[in-house]
């Protein structure tokens, strides 16, 4: 099966700062990698699919790029509301893995 | 309005099974698949499976081969993922998820609010 190995596994950063994480893969999966967002007591919620396309209703500081084996998603302008722990997914072949997870928090 | 809504807690004994169900409504059940997603206590997402409606076609993690159904019901747009010889191992929140078929896709662009299975002695 193909690895996935996600970065940081958590971060704090204050409201307004630049926050990128980062997912890489163990073999190519082209652009087939989604991010989602888990906040605290709630259902995943998935930002970009596509490496870079944004989903539908998601806000225009998130953004994600990268294709092959190295990814990005990256949050301009971090709010308070963006803690939460993110996922990436790749879903080329399966199994439909999920990196490991980064939680995000406030300074 | 698209939702997933799923049934709800469960509490099972060691070695039994459990069946979640997936309610979907707000769209065409049969153009879109269901994949099913849990988080154990403390631990990250873990993709079960994923059933294509529209053939019926699954595929199941490795980890869960032999003990994992996962079905649809078109007349009641209704999926459902059975999972057996339960232990402690298996106690997590559950999460169907609808999986957007298309050229580039989308493997989860809806979800069910959680399912909470509990097994326990």
């Known amino acids: 099966d193909i690895q996935m190995t996600q970065s940081p596994s958590s971060l704090s950063a204050s409201v307004g700062d630049r926050v990128t994480i980062t997912c890489r893969t163990s073999?190519?999966?082209?652009?087939?990698l989604a991010w989602y967002q888990q906040r605290p007591g709630r259902e995943p919620k998935v930002l970009i699919f596509g490496a870079s396309t944004v989903e539908s209703g998601v806000p225009s500081r998130f953004s994600g790029s990268g294709s092959g084996t190295d990814f990005t998603l990256t949050i301009n302008s971090l709010l308070p509301e963006d803690v939460a722990t993110y996922y990436c997914q790749k879903y080329d072949t399966v199994p439909w893995t999920f990196g490991q997870g980064t939680t995000v928090d406030i300074k | 309005q698209v939702q997933l809504v799923q049934s709800g807690g469960e509490v099972k004994k060691p070695g039994a099974s459990v069946k979640v169900s997936c309610k979907a409504s707000?769209?065409?059940?049969?153009?879109?698949?269901i994949s099913w997603v849990r988080r154990a206590p403390g631990q990250g997402l873990e993709w079960m499976g994923w059933?294509?409606?529209?053939?019926?076609?699954?595929v199941y993690a490795q980890k869960f081969q032999g003990r994992l159904t996962m079905t649809t019901d078109s007349s009641t747009n209704t999926a459902y993922m059975e999972l057996r010889s339960l232990t402690s191992d298996d106690t997590a929140m559950y999460y169907c998820?609808?999986?957007?078929?298309?050229?580039?896709?989308?493997?989860?662009?809806?979800w069910g609010q959680g399912t909470l299975v509990t097994v326990s002695s």
């Open positions: 059933v294509r409606d529209i053939r019926g076609d699954t």
């Open positions: 707000g769209y065409t059940f049969r153009s879109y698949g």
């Open positions: 073999q190519d999966i082209r652009n087939f």
């Open positions: 998820a609808r999986v957007r078929i298309a050229v580039t896709g989308n493997p989860g662009d809806i």
